[in-house]
């Protein structure tokens, strides 16, 4: 798989502040990946989030050091309007992102402002809103829609511009928990079906577990774990990050310390349940 | 709706997005008044008081903290209210530090809460409310941008309020966090109450809870899944662990 994110020794202080936000920080992202950014609040997450759009340097003034890459553009290098179409991001708050008067406007809104004509603007919005599932909401006012929904309308938008690689900040801290993780099926089916590159900063790992490929833990600004979810669990470091390991793995983590139960991958609930003799999945 | 809460009580008020959980504490607050029937805080008819009255008694912390950080240093954020409440300069100094180091913001105390990251911010709002001791406390979303050890450490914060007696509502989509806690809990769905209960019951009943799109904690799923099982659900990981041992 092609690189679409580099980062090499990278750095960045804000001018206002005197410690470094982000610093020496290696990082390598393969295209079609999910990864999970995790780590305490204040490690550096939403810094190295702005430092991969574009909006560090361009937005926000500070010292950079080291380089980031994305899609082989120097980012530092690379105008806005070009990052704007490589790297797409979505909001905790899909409020900060939706203004239109009706669902369809909302998402052709980024493709109208490219000035793409209109026979491929049709073409992009009906696949994106196909893809995130809100098809059946296009003549909708978007105030008017569910958090889940307009969450989704958000997601559309940002897939319209086809974006080889989306940054989403919390996706789902907002959402119900049945809604939470029909967002997470529909990010993955993302990947699945338009090879789209994901990386999401989430707190609640329980619901990402699943879909990830990677989880990438920050503390004080640096790098301090980056594997496989299983791995990243079952290690010992996890819990001194603040990273919430879901109280179902801490018990199979527990439990295979004795050979009770197998640690070769994560085992849901029930399927732990169904190991130790229980109704097992259905 | 008709819903009692007795003082000192934790109550979690969980359903889907859109349900009125919001809607229903901002009637606490006084920040909304009913349309029809009556809403008391402390004996005290919402519509027979101003909202400045009632916050002397009932402390909220907003999903969004944009909503109600607005002063130029972290210190003086917390400072706000307690000096709009009259208290001594020793009294706010006193409690101002005491609310930077339950929340782990001392390293802030100077700075603006602009500069703040989103967790730390959500906790800004909880250290403002709690430093004037509100009797009633209601927390809109307080685990959103809140890493595990700051989840832990509010959990800690939330039962020991109710240890002192103080009224907790907590509004939660985070199920894992709220579990442990093992609060009362008020499922709602479409404006109305659909059931209400100890966690330890209600989270058992898995079709009541998915029709108003709530899941289960994981270690009631874990526990309703073996074939043979302790009385009650784990609410620790080691608890089961030691049972299943």
């Not at chain 1, 690689?165 to 789902?172: R, W």
């Not at chain 1, 049945?178 to 990386?199: D, I, S």
Request: proline letters at 5%; hydrophobic letters at 40%.
């Amino acid at each position: 798989m092609a690189e679409i994110v580099r980062a090499e020794n990278y750095s960045f202080r804000y001018s206002e502040s005197k410690k470094w936000a982000v610093k020496n920080f290696d990082l390598s992202v393969r295209s079609g990946e999910i990864i999970v950014l995790a780590g305490p609040s204040g490690c550096g997450k939403s810094t190295l989030l702005r430092s991969v759009n574009g909006l560090i340097p361009h937005m926000y003034a500070g010292q950079t050091e080291g380089s980031m890459s994305v899609d082989g553009h120097v980012v530092a290098d690379t105008p806005m309007s070009v990052l704007a179409q490589e790297v797409g991001l979505l909001f905790q708050n899909p409020e900060n992102q939706i203004f239109m008067f009706s669902v369809e406007r909302d998402v052709a809104f980024g493709l109208e402002n490219l000035g793409v004509p209109r026979g491929e603007m049709r073409e992009r919005v009906d696949r994106a809103m196909r893809l995130m599932g809100v098809t059946e909401l296009a003549g909708r006012a978007p105030h008017e829609l569910s958090d889940g929904q307009k969450q989704r309308v958000a997601l559309a938008g940002v897939v319209a511009m086809n974006p080889k690689l989306i940054i989403l900040d919390e996706p789902t801290s907002l959402l119900d928990p049945k809604t939470a993780l029909e967002l997470v099926n529909q990010l993955e089916r993302l990947r699945r079906e338009n090879g789209t590159t994901l990386v999401v900063v989430e707190h609640r790992l329980d619901l990402l577990v699943t879909v990830a490929d990677r989880i990438v833990v920050m503390n004080e600004g640096t790098k301090a774990l980056d594997g496989a979810p299983r791995d990243v669990l079952f290690g010992d470091l996890a819990g001194g990050y603040g990273i919430s390991v879901p109280a179902i793995t801490r018990v199979q983590k527990l439990l295979a310390r004795d050979g009770k139960i197998s640690a070769d991958r994560l085992l849901s609930a029930r399927e732990m349940a169904g190991l130790l003799g229980g109704a097992g999945p259905r | 709706m008709n819903l009692k809460v007795e003082q000192g009580e934790t109550v979690a008020i969980v359903g889907e997005n859109g349900a009125g959980k919001t809607t229903l504490v901002k009637h606490v607050t006084g920040l909304l008044k009913p349309t029809s029937g009556v809403v008391r805080v402390k004996g005290v008819e919402t519509t027979k008081a101003s909202t400045a009255q009632l916050s002397r008694s009932v402390g909220v912390a907003f999903q969004n903290p944009d909503h109600q950080l607005f002063s130029e240093s972290v210190y003086e954020e917390i400072a706000f209210a307690l000096r709009n409440f009259g208290f001594s300069p020793q009294l706010v100094e006193k409690r101002v530090t005491w609310g930077l180091e339950l929340f782990g913001l001392e390293e802030y105390r100077e700075s603006s809460p602009l500069v703040l990251s989103g967790g730390e911010k959500k906790r800004l709002t909880l250290a403002c409310i709690l430093a004037w001791d509100p009797d009633v406390v209601i927390l809109d979303e307080p685990t959103v941008g809140q890493d595990a050890i700051q989840k832990e450490r509010l959990a800690g914060t939330i039962k020991l309020l109710g240890a002192a007696g103080k009224t907790v509502v907590v509004v939660s989509h985070d199920i894992e966090f709220l579990w442990p806690i093992q609060p009362r809990v008020v499922v709602m769905k479409s404006g109305r109450i659909v059931a209400d209960g100890p966690a330890s019951t209600l989270m058992l009943q898995k079709d009541v809870l998915e029709g108003a799109r709530v899941s289960q904690p994981e270690l009631v799923t874990f526990y309703q899944e073996l074939s043979r099982r302790p009385e009650a659900p784990f609410v620790d990981p080691s608890e089961a662990e030691r049972w299943l041992k």
